[in-house]
């Protein structure tokens, strides 16, 4: 069935790091694609996007390609900082049910 | 962007009584809204899908009669967790999209319940 698999946390890093969390799906069809961030205590925000294969979703220094040859959509952010500290969502959105499939979540803390 | 807000953002019950929960979309039409349980360190997991005016559709092992779930209009939907019990202690998050197939959801801000 279909299923979003990223890497296990929680990933620590030092401020202005090099940031890269894995995600990749399993789907019938070509999926769109979201990166989901948490902060504490709080709800999930949108953090970027991609509708098909080789869009690119950006945001807020954040970047993840739609590779369809890896089904992969990995999250790269070229320096981290403190205030990236958060829980990280990989997910697609499953259209045969009209629902989202969620990755397990990657919880990254940024040290100053 | 689109805004959705939950009330309350916490609450505190007593074992055996009802509560429930708002999502509302502030500056959209949301002919569907989601409803998730998340537990402490762990992902989100659906527990309904309902659409406006017609009944709620429950993931499997979610119980329908003690999760309740409305969706009366276009900008709000009720969770009400009833006769709580301490396991039903949890974060419940909401998400709303603009129609059946939308696939950007927006989220609320969650609420945090615990059952004394």
């Known amino acids: 069935g279909d299923s979003v698999t990223q890497m296990e946390g929680p990933v620590t890093l030092s401020e202005e790091a090099f940031l890269t969390i894995n995600c990749t799906y399993t789907a019938t069809g070509y999926p769109s694609l979201f990166w989901y961030v948490q902060y504490p205590g709080e709800g999930l925000q949108l953090l970027l996007k991609a509708t098909k294969a080789d869009d690119k979703g950006s945001n807020k220094g954040f970047e993840a390609t739609y590779r369809k040859e890896t089904t992969s959509f990995h999250l790269e952010k070229g320096s981290v900082q403190v205030s990236d500290s958060a829980v990280y969502f990989c997910a697609q959105w499953r259209s045969s049910a009209s629902k989202i499939i969620f990755g397990s979540g990657t919880r990254l803390s940024i040290r100053p | 962007g689109a805004v959705v807000s939950q009330h309350p953002s916490r609450v505190i019950c007593k074992s055996g009584t009802s509560v429930k929960i708002e999502c509302r979309s502030l500056?959209?039409?949301?002919?569907?809204m989601f409803w998730y349980r998340q537990f402490p360190k762990k992902s989100l997991m659906l527990m309904a899908t309902?659409?406006?005016?017609?009944?709620?559709?429950?993931e499997q092992g979610v119980e329908k009669d003690k999760f309740l779930i409305n969706h009366a209009s276009l900008t709000l939907s009720t969770l009400t967790v009833t006769s709580a019990h301490p396991e039903d202690s949890s974060f419940y998050i909401c998400?709303?999209?603009?129609?059946?197939?939308?696939?950007?959801?927006?989220f609320g801000p969650g609420t945090r319940l615990t059952v004394l």
């Open positions: 309902s659409n406006e005016g017609s009944k709620a559709t429950y």
């Open positions: 998400s709303a999209g603009g129609g059946f197939g939308t696939d950007t959801q927006y």
């Open positions: 500056d959209f039409q949301a002919t569907t």
